[in-house]
Structure formats: structure tokens, C-alpha cells
């Protein structure tokens, strides 16, 4: 059914959709695989904990989407709906959305990047710091 106006609603208003979009670089995580994809995946991972209502976790998902197509093949990006997996939010700690995990075969290896203003930056250096790459500076 279309309208005559084409007009994009945001994810968490367009009632056929039930969950965010998932791009070609980033898949969901459901905690039944978490053993699997994170803790035995050969590539460093980066967990995103969302909330689909939440208005600071559907600015950062284009953000994350962006990172996460630069960084394609070299870390894993995983988007887990905090909500539907309460569990594996309560084992790692994640009291927040959105969250950002960083790990490498199940263990954090930076700092977490949690609330409203993540910064696509923030978010790039510690990948390039996970891969053990020189981070650039803010140029003054």
C-alpha cells in the first residue's frame, strides 16, 4: 500500500517493521549465538545493545552502519535488541542503550562508549585501536 508522497517514516513509527533495519555489514545477535558468533569468531567483534523505541539508538545506527561498512571483513558488527536479550545484557553488565562492547574472542578490549551522543569518531578510533591501528588526531 503506498501514498501518492513518499515519505519515510522513522523505523520505530512504520508499523510493518518490527525491528531496525540491518544493513549488508551489520547483523542481529540473538544470545542463543552469542558462543558462536562473539566468543569463537576470529575477528575482534563490536556489539551494539539498542532499544527500538529509543530515539539515541536510532541516531546512532547510521553511525554504526557507516563504521562498520569501512571496517568490513577486518571486525564483526552485531546489533543485540537489549530488550530481547535481557540475559546476555544482565551477563555482560549493559544497563544502558545504547551500548557499545567491544571484544575479542568474548573479552572486552576497550573502554564501552554508552548514551546518547556516541560520536561516529569515538566510535571508529576504538576500532582502529582494537585493530591495533595508529589513530589519527583531531587536527588544532
Same mark, same amino acid.
Given at each position: 500500500?503506498?501514498?501518492? $508522497?513518499?515519505?519515510?517514516?522513522?523505523?520505530?513509527?512504520?508499523?510493518?517493521?518490527?525491528?531496525? @533495519? @540491518?544493513?549488508?555489514?551489520?547483523?542481529?545477535?540473538?544470545?542463543?549465538?552469542?558462543?558462536?558468533?562473539?566468543?569463537?569468531?576470529?575477528?575482534?567483534?563490536?556489539?551494539? $545493545?539498542?532499544?527500538?523505541?529509543?530515539?539515541?539508538?536510532?541516531?546512532?545506527?547510521?553511525?554504526?552502519?557507516?563504521?562498520?561498512?569501512?571496517?568490513?571483513?577486518?571486525?564483526? $558488527?552485531?546489533? @543485540?535488541?537489549?530488550?530481547?536479550?535481557?540475559?546476555?545484557?544482565?551477563?555482560?553488565?549493559?544497563?544502558?542503550?545504547?551500548?557499545?562492547? $567491544?571484544?575479542?574472542?568474548?573479552?572486552?578490549?576497550?573502554?564501552?562508549?554508552?548514551?546518547?551522543?556516541?560520536?561516529?569518531?569515538?566510535?571508529?578510533?576504538?576500532?582502529?585501536?582494537?585493530?591495533?591501528?595508529?589513530?589519527?588526531?583531531?587536527?588544532?
Amino acid at each position: 500500500m503506498g501514498s501518492r $508522497f513518499n515519505v519515510k517514516l522513522a523505523w520505530s513509527e512504520d508499523p510493518e517493521r518490527k525491528k531496525e @533495519v @540491518v544493513t549488508q555489514h551489520v547483523k542481529e545477535l540473538a544470545e542463543k549465538d552469542y558462543e558462536t558468533e562473539v566468543v569463537g569468531a576470529e575477528l575482534p567483534v563490536v556489539l551494539d $545493545f539498542y532499544g527500538l523505541e529509543s530515539k539515541a539508538c536510532q541516531a546512532l545506527g547510521p553511525r554504526f552502519a557507516a563504521v562498520a561498512e569501512r571496517f568490513a571483513g577486518k571486525v564483526r $558488527f552485531l546489533k @543485540v535488541s537489549r530488550q530481547a536479550n535481557a540475559g546476555l545484557a544482565a551477563r555482560l553488565g549493559v544497563t544502558a542503550i545504547p551500548t557499545l562492547v $567491544f571484544l575479542q574472542r568474548g573479552k572486552e578490549t576497550a573502554e564501552r562508549l554508552s548514551g546518547e551522543d556516541i560520536q561516529r569518531t569515538a566510535l571508529k578510533a576504538r576500532v582502529e585501536a582494537m585493530l591495533g591501528l595508529p589513530v589519527a588526531k583531531p587536527a588544532t
